[in-house]
């Protein structure tokens, strides 16, 4: 990495993530390079096809776009938020009110719906990041404010979470001129609302999965339950976890997760137990147990609750986790993708937390939203550890997910987990 | 996933002569979803779900679940039973593909 | 219907306690029971298994315990109670779970016995979209109960 490049990015981040005072200036320098170790689906990689189309290697079921036009997390991602640009209405386009509504709605663009309400029975589900739209046109802003306003938000407001819709060409001029057509009709006074679960700000707060810990609530304690024999079985090199560990996970480990993620100064990197068995692995029992595996999937679940009940205690202050917290703090204030957006967008309470987006109640992490992790999601059946829910979360951003053991995911994962300390362990949690 | 037919079975930790207690059971099984296939069209193969699940108890059957591709996958169930003596409680899960799962649990009074 | 309940029920009598195995069941299917649920419309599903017989309102005699909103349509926690006897002289016999705008809206039935003690179940079922959601119990003389709820299935991803 070239240490000018690295200065001015550290520049930019300091910048972009100023709202805590105190914090480190991010140091990309000493970060090694890590060859990833994680199965095929996971590791970030676009393939380049014979009829040189771009295809994302994913996990089964997400889309296979590439979204290399836009910034990622990679610290060698040097290349700047998008310019703001200030434009004025095409010429010629008559917009269309019915047409504009459609596009607001569209789940494949925004749809605009995720972050605003807007009057209709078929509206659902709206969120509330961003104002109730319903009486809009009553505010009699010109068309071109409008125009300007969904195309690149950010003249007007520069610290918006609202994407540069025009600019990042998520909508063409035209389908913009549509939406503003659909915008100049809502005039209030608005209709009393008659279901207060449409209104994302009268809408009730999700009940969650009831016990986590409850074998006949919650599959994956079934499924750690079933990863007892792994821990026994005998590895390429003769030994099994067992030789080492006597007495089961939860007896010989307990405590352990407790202190991840942290540096693990034999690898120069920070590791969440995920990363630590791609390693840990191969050097004892032979089991390779590369990243996103079943097994390495069930083993981190074992090893995380047999610290179950105690606190969360990572390492912040050696001059490492310092240094890691620092990026990682850069990370999630990092704007990236084709909707611009930044963890702290939806995942802080100034922004975007405890909000609606769509039908999903926004978490706060500063409030901690580590410690169930490994979660079973009822919505995909399946258990996810954290890396999985970061690289989910970037495919509807328009950014390429990185491979599921980066550093860049391991730093911003202890950023995270910082805002857990002192909390108990509940491994596996349950959710959507 | 592999360990399809693992059955978890919970009773009150405390139960006296004569409870009505409230058992919950879980069992990890597929429940396969009616797919369709590009044309919409439905696929027509047999598809393995639960369609049955019988609670037992002293050796009669106290409830009957008849269940659907309409019931979750991994499903959880709830029943309540009135604890009148020791014995055994067996929860059996028939699936359409002819496999039963069992799992049991000793109602025993504290 | 509750002929062939018995004759599954016989069936299964004959097979050995395993805890948490798997058996294979050998030989034909339960002789002529007609599936409880089927992919139908509401209407037919409510005229094949109920017949047309009324159903009274089920306020104040059924708890119907399920999210307004499910967060997806795939694992949605619902449970029933009836407050009603469980006495050899008056019993509630099944409980029903249907929603109307499934594929296959009869969800699940429970067929219950004095032993139960209590008229209860819990599951977690689908729902393919928002859709009101019925509890249907039906007493020993055979009268009808019926409680509705409308849940609100949110979609996935972001925005939506």
Redesign the interface.
């Given at each position: 990495m070239r240490r000018p490049a690295m200065r001015w990015l550290g520049l930019l981040v300091l910048a972009a993530g100023c709202a805590t005072a105190g914090a480190d200036r991010p140091d990309y320098a000493a970060v090694p390079k890590w060859t990833t170790r994680a199965i095929p689906q996971a590791r970030g990689d676009v393939r380049i096809q014979p009829d040189g189309r771009h295809v994302a290697v994913r996990y089964p079921g997400w889309t296979t776009r590439d979204y290399s036009g836009f910034r990622t997390y990679a610290y060698d991602d040097t290349r700047p938020e998008p310019p703001v640009q200030k434009v004025t209405m095409p010429p010629g386009v008559t917009g269309d009110p019915r047409r504009g509504r459609a596009l607001f709605l569209e789940r494949a663009k925004g749809p605009c719906t995720g972050c605003h309400l807007v009057p209709g029975d078929d509206v659902w589900p709206a969120g509330s990041v961003g104002p109730d739209l319903s009486a809009l046109a009553d505010r009699k802003l010109p068309d071109a404010y409008l125009y300007q306003q969904l195309w690149d938000p950010r003249v007007t407001f520069p610290q918006t979470v609202m994407p540069p819709w025009g600019a990042q060409g998520a909508f063409t001029p035209e389908e913009i001129v549509h939406l503003v057509a659909y915008l100049q009709t809502l005039h209030g006074p608005v209709a009393p609302e008659k279901d207060r679960e449409r209104n994302p700000f009268t809408r009730s707060k999700p009940v969650g999965f009831g016990d986590n810990l409850?074998?006949?609530?919650n599959?994956a304690?079934?499924?750690a339950e079933?990863a007892e024999a792994a821990w026994s079985r005998t590895g390429p090199a003769g030994k099994s976890c067992a030789d080492c560990h006597a007495g089961g996970a939860a007896k010989s480990l307990r405590g352990v997760a407790a202190r991840y993620p942290r540096h693990v100064p034999a690898y120069n990197r920070v590791m969440a137990i995920e990363d630590y068995l791609t390693v840990h692995g191969p050097e004892t029992t032979g089991h390779p147990l590369p990243m996103e595996g079943a097994e390495n999937l069930d083993l981190t679940m074992l090893v995380k609750m047999a610290s179950d009940g105690l606190p969360v205690a990572i390492d912040t202050t050696s001059a490492p986790a310092r240094a890691a917290l620092a990026r990682g703090k850069a990370t999630f204030y990092r704007r990236v993708g084709e909707r611009n957006h930044a963890c702290a967008d939806c995942h802080t309470p100034d922004h975007g937390a405890n909000k609606f987006l769509g039908g999903r109640l926004l978490g706060d992490a500063t409030a901690g939203l580590t410690r169930h992790f490994p979660t079973w999601r009822?919505s995909q059946?399946d258990a996810w550890d954290m890396r999985k829910r970061f690289q989910w979360c970037m495919t509807p951003l328009g950014t390429n997910m990185l491979a599921a053991d980066a550093i860049e995911y391991a730093e911003l994962e202890l950023y995270l987990t910082q805002f857990d300390n002192g909390k108990p362990l509940s491994v596996p949690g349950i959710r959507h | 996933?592999s360990?399809?037919?693992?059955?978890?079975?919970?009773v009150p930790s405390s139960i006296k002569a004569g409870d009505?207690?409230?058992v919950?059971?879980?069992v990890?099984h597929p429940m396969e979803?009616?797919e369709r296939d590009k044309a919409g069209k439905?696929v027509d193969r047999k598809y393995q779900y639960i369609?049955?699940v019988?609670v037992t108890?002293l050796g009669?059957?106290?409830?009957?679940?008849?269940?659907?591709?309409?019931?979750?996958?991994?499903?959880?169930?709830?029943?309540?039973?009135?604890a009148?003596d020791p014995g055994?409680l067996?929860v059996?899960f028939?699936d359409t593909h002819?496999?039963?799962?069992?799992?049991?649990v000793d109602i025993a009074f504290s | 219907m509750a002929d062939h309940?018995m004759t599954?029920?016989a069936a299964?009598?004959v097979?050995t306690?395993?805890?948490?195995?798997?058996?294979?069941?050998?030989g034909p299917a339960p002789a002529a029971a007609q599936?409880?649920?089927q992919?139908e419309p509401l209407d037919a599903a409510l005229k094949r298994v109920f017949g047309g017989r009324p159903m009274k309102d089920g306020t104040g005699m059924i708890k119907l315990d399920i999210p307004l909103i499910a967060e997806n349509g795939?694992?949605?926690?619902v449970?029933v109670e009836v407050n009603a006897p469980?006495t050899p002289q008056s019993y509630v016999k099944s409980i029903y779970i249907v929603?109307d705008k499934?594929?296959?809206?009869?969800?699940?039935?429970?067929?219950?016995?004095p032993?139960?003690?209590?008229?209860?179940?819990?599951?977690?079922?689908?729902l393919g979209e928002t859709t009101d959601v019925r509890a249907i119990a039906e007493q020993s003389d055979g009268t009808l109960w019926a409680l509705k709820r409308e849940v609100k299935v949110t979609v996935g991803g972001c925005g939506g």
């Open positions: 409850d074998p006949t609530n599959p304690v079934v499924r079933s009822t059946n | 996933m360990e399809t037919g693992k059955v978890r079975l919970r009505v207690i409230r919950r059971c879980l990890i979803r009616i439905i369609d049955t019988t108890y009669k059957v106290v409830a009957t679940f008849e269940t659907t591709q309409s019931v979750s996958e991994n499903p959880f169930f709830a029943f309540a039973v009135k009148t055994k067996t059996s028939h002819g496999q039963t799962y069992e799992g049991s | 309940a599954r029920r299964l009598g097979l306690v395993l805890a948490g195995g798997a058996l294979t069941l050998g599936a409880l649920g992919n795939a694992v949605v926690p449970s469980m929603a499934n594929r296959i809206p009869i969800v699940t039935r429970v067929t219950l016995t032993a139960s003690g209590q008229a209860y179940m819990g599951a977690n079922i689908r």
